[in-house]
């Protein structure tokens, strides 16, 4: 007897063990918009070597920007992960959609989610005693209502000066349709010669504005080389779509570090030296040639040459 209830305790156990399921840790306090929370999140059951990554799921960031990550915790068992996000808004914000993929006993891929709902406190910036109505806007001494009398002298004189802006438009569009004729740059060629005048401007302009460039600059260059709408993703957006193109490990990872930076400087305010922006333009560089290599078709004359 005591045999089976043994038996059916460590049934159990294995029972418990193998149920999967993601556990996300929140702060208990109020936070203010602009700071960066940082979230745990934790996996439970399964098998801890058939984890897979995290991602966050497509247009989550309507209330929340993504600063770091998400990235896994070294050491952990069963696997953690990290993120760090930043509130866009105020009151009770309900944490971005959060799946991680596990592959199962039968061998089949698939998605855990967080069986619960997690929520963060969001308070304003300002104490309560700033916010305080404007004052009541009042006219000047003497004066009650609309100046009619100003109208027919402005007309006279707005007149002419519409007419003019109106002959420098139209002149203006006949000289962009006279230039539509010259070929536009190949997208590389495009993309080497943005992230030649990136690198002039290291040192002269703010490093939130070379990062903005650096990111416009490649996702520009992956809209016009794949067709996919890459200038609106998301950074995240943007990572999954490598990894479900299956785009080489060197541009994934590339692409990972450049938005990691360039997210980090723009909402998290972090500092960066002019050498990591130069890197960063390096790295760049290499993400458009190894894609270039990946996308075009190998010549069957040119797998006999090698």
Not at 86 to 115: C, F, H, K, W, Y
Not at 158 to 173: E, G, K, Q, T, Y
Not at 238 to 256: D, K, S, T
Request: aromatic share 6%; proline share 7%.
């Amino acid at each position: 007897m005591v045999v089976f209830w043994l038996f059916l305790l460590a049934f159990a156990g294995m029972l418990e063990a193998g149920e999967a399921s993601l556990e996300i840790r929140v702060p208990d306090h109020t936070v203010t918009v602009g700071d960066r929370v940082s979230v745990r999140v934790q996996a439970r059951g399964g098998d801890d070597g058939l984890w897979g990554d995290l991602a966050l799921s497509p247009g989550s960031e309507e209330s929340w920007a993504v600063v770091e990550g998400p990235r896994e915790i070294p050491g952990a068992k069963p696997p953690a992960w990290e993120i760090v996000l930043m509130p866009l808004a105020l009151g009770e914000l309900e944490m971005p959609a959060i799946e991680a993929s596990l592959r199962n006993t039968d061998g089949q891929a698939v998605n855990i989610a967080p069986a619960e709902k997690s929520t963060v406190t969001v308070g304003s910036v300002l104490a309560p005693e700033d916010e305080g109505q404007p004052a009541p806007l009042r006219d000047p001494l003497g004066v009650h209502g609309f100046p009619w009398e100003w109208v027919a002298p402005l007309f006279v004189i707005l007149l002419p000066l519409v007419v003019l802006a109106a002959w420098w438009w139209r002149r203006r569009s006949e000289t962009a349709g006279e230039e539509a004729g010259v070929p536009r740059l190949a997208p590389f060629d495009e993309l080497e010669r943005l992230l030649g005048e990136v690198q002039e401007a290291i040192g002269r302009q703010p490093a939130a504005l070379v990062c903005d460039r650096l990111a416009f600059g490649i996702r520009h260059y992956l809209e016009r080389r794949t067709g996919e709408p890459a200038v609106e993703m998301t950074s995240n957006e943007l990572r999954i779509l490598a990894r479900r193109a299956e785009w080489p490990q060197a541009v994934q990872l590339g692409l990972q570090r450049l938005t990691g930076l360039a997210d980090g400087v723009r909402f998290g305010r972090r500092a960066v030296a002019d050498s990591d922006l130069q890197e960063t333009g390096r790295s760049a560089h290499k993400i458009g040639k190894e894609l270039e290599i990946h996308l075009t078709p190998v010549v069957a004359g040119d797998e006999g040459g090698h």
